[in-house]
């Protein structure tokens, strides 16, 4: 094998085993997208319903969900990069004699597989939110969902080069991590917002993810007249988003991280 | 044949210039100390030798590599300790060992052989399978070591390696440090602060503010301060002192109660001044020079010894809050 794909591989190992081995992560990872189901959902049912929309507004706030969840790791499974270099790991893979693009795309894959992974966990849901789920979607929806996580994950490690401290971390949630999270769509639809939110949610890659999730996961459950009310895009055009995002970011990232010696 | 080569190697930061054009060369099987208090651009050095900083200006070859040009070169010929603990402790000794040996391109087949003799080597064998944040500082150290051999490098880098550890473990240390040069012929370069770990190396290069200020082998540099020093009490002083110049006719200085005299070989001197002796002595002391004598008298100042660092500090409080 060649050394390229040999780091990759020994990068992407190590996360993975971090994240079986991680029990409150994996937990309070899960945590938080049933407890934005359980208040959010539950919560403003009772507003929606007046409205007579159409549909449920849980089943409405599940992809969003899974798209925030997504988004969730694969963030923090980059930007804890940051914690290799607080706790001295980082040097000891810089020093090795390997291509840093390699081991860049090592942690890039590892946060996507990791999110992917959770994802689909939470999709066990579905059926306790009376949604119908095929097996047909499924290469679809994850195909979504791993490019989703590939895209956060680049912007992740992007960030995370040039984090140097982990105090850092909390200022990132507020002024980044939440607002892409609430205008992602993922709560509301986004069809009829002033046009100020609706420009910064057309550059938030969430709101791709969250609204090609929400047209696979809702299709055989939802008449087509009511989701073509709720979806932005075409899948195709969320799917073409998503890539040129996730290739932007990606590049960026391994650049950043292939500069710094 | 020299297996590190440095020519006019820089680094500044900024308007510090923590290392000012150094020179040297370490032959092959060397144990080569950089001695110097902190700050004195120890590590610095060793960073860039080790291709983790790039130098400002100049350049040095590891195993004829340059690391300005052939930095894959370098890290592939090397073993590196850090001076701050750098194992990931959420896996298990095994699974940090075989990280590591994929990256450097240990053949699979050679893997499982070799872990077991590093392992065998720092005596961590039956610790092989439990989790890094189980193991104590010595051990932690231990396995680095381990890790730094796996993949046979030509050279290893230590930077302060027995910093931090209780005495047993450094000797212990120390063992395999000595065999390692002894068996396998590595070329071993390490910084210190310890003036007694730095006797342990066939030659040092002491280091201040950036320059070095001598390099030679540690008896050479402490034949420089001169003799011995023997010092000796007596009731009837002014006897003594008389007594000395005229046996030995050498210079006598009066220390308050004390006599000292200067000689070439403390240990044969004493039993032959034993039994010359007429006058009377109370007690007395040989004082050989140390390195530390030797630092004072080329900078003017002592070695301190090493505080935490700061980020050492963080990384105590960071565990005591389970942040980790």
């Not at chain 1, 993975?16 to 991680?22: E, G, K, M, N, Q």
């Not at chain 1, 299709?219 to 932007?248: C, H, K, M, N, Q």
């Not at chain 2, 290893?156 to 240390?173: K, V």
Request: hydrophobic share 45%; net charge positive.
């Amino acid at each position: 094998m060649s050394i390229f794909l040999q780091t990759i591989l020994t990068i992407w190992h190590r996360e993975l085993i971090r994240y079986v081995r991680d029990r409150t992560r994996i937990l309070t990872t899960f945590i938080q997208p049933l407890m934005f189901l359980a208040i959010f959902g539950v919560g403003l049912q009772s507003a929606f319903a007046t409205q007579n929309s159409g549909f449920d507004f849980v089943q409405f706030m599940f992809p969003g969900i899974i798209a925030m969840n997504v988004m969730g790791v694969a963030f923090f499974s980059t930007v804890s990069t940051v914690w290799d270099r607080e706790f001295g790991f980082l040097k000891e893979i810089l020093v090795a004699p390997v291509p840093r693009s390699a081991i860049a795309l090592g942690k890039t894959l590892g946060a996507t597989s990791i999110a992917s992974i959770q994802a689909l966990i939470l999709l066990a849901l579905a059926p306790f939110l009376h949604l119908k789920i095929f097996f047909f979607q499924l290469p679809a929806l994850l195909g979504v969902m791993l490019l989703l996580a590939f895209a956060i994950s680049g912007l992740g490690l992007l960030i995370s080069s040039r984090m140097r401290t982990t105090e850092s971390f909390g200022l990132l949630m507020q002024v980044l991590v939440f607002p892409m999270f609430f205008l992602s769509g993922a709560f509301f639809p986004l069809t009829s917002v002033p046009s100020w939110m609706s420009v910064l949610a057309h550059i938030n890659p969430l709101t791709y993810g969250v609204d090609g999730m929400r047209q696979i996961l809702l299709r055989p459950t939802l008449d087509a007249a009511v989701l073509s009310r709720i979806e932005l895009y075409t899948l195709s055009t969320d799917v073409l988003f998503l890539v040129g995002f996730s290739v932007g970011m990606v590049s960026l990232a391994v650049w950043a991280f292939d500069k710094k010696s | 044949m020299s297996m590190i080569e440095v020519k006019n190697l820089s680094k500044r930061f900024g308007d510090l210039e923590a290392v000012k054009g150094i020179f040297f060369e370490v032959a092959q099987g060397e144990i080569f100390g950089f001695l110097g208090p902190n700050g004195a651009g120890k590590s610095t050095s060793i960073s860039m030798l080790a291709t983790i900083l790039s130098p400002t200006s100049g350049d040095a070859f590891v195993n004829g590599q340059s690391v300005l040009h052939n930095r894959n070169g370098v890290r592939a010929s090397i073993g590196l300790v850090f001076q701050d603990p750098s194992l990931d402790d959420r896996l298990t000794a095994m699974e940090n060992l075989r990280f590591h040996a994929q990256l450097y391109g240990v053949p699979k087949s050679e893997f499982k052989k070799r872990a077991q003799e590093v392992l065998e080597l720092v005596d961590l064998s039956d610790r092989a399978q439990d989790l890094i944040r189980t193991f104590s500082g010595g051990m932690k150290r231990r396995l680095e070591i381990a890790r730094g051999l796996i993949h046979y490098p030509r050279v290893l880098f230590l930077d302060e390696p027995t910093i931090g550890l209780d005495p047993q473990t450094r000797s212990h240390l120390w063992e395999y440090i000595l065999r390692l040069k002894r068996e396998k012929g590595m070329t071993i370069f390490m910084t210190t602060h310890y003036m007694n770990e730095a006797e342990y190396c066939d030659r040092i290069a002491i280091i201040d503010q950036g320059t070095i200020v001598a390099l030679d082998t540690p008896a050479a540099l402490k034949k420089r301060l001169g003799g011995d020093v023997v010092r000796m009490q007596s009731l009837n002083k002014e006897a003594l002192v008389a007594e000395l110049k005229r046996r030995y006719g050498t210079e006598v200085h009066v220390d308050g109660e004390s006599v000292l005299i200067e000689v070439e070989n403390g240990e044969s001197f004493l039993p032959k001044l034993f039994q010359d002796l007429q006058t009377t002595i109370r007690s007395i002391e040989l004082r050989k020079p140390t390195l530390d004598d030797v630092f004072l008298a080329l900078t003017g100042r002592a070695i301190r010894a090493e505080e935490a660092s700061s980020k050492d500090q963080f990384r105590q409080h960071a565990r005591m809050r389970g942040l980790r």
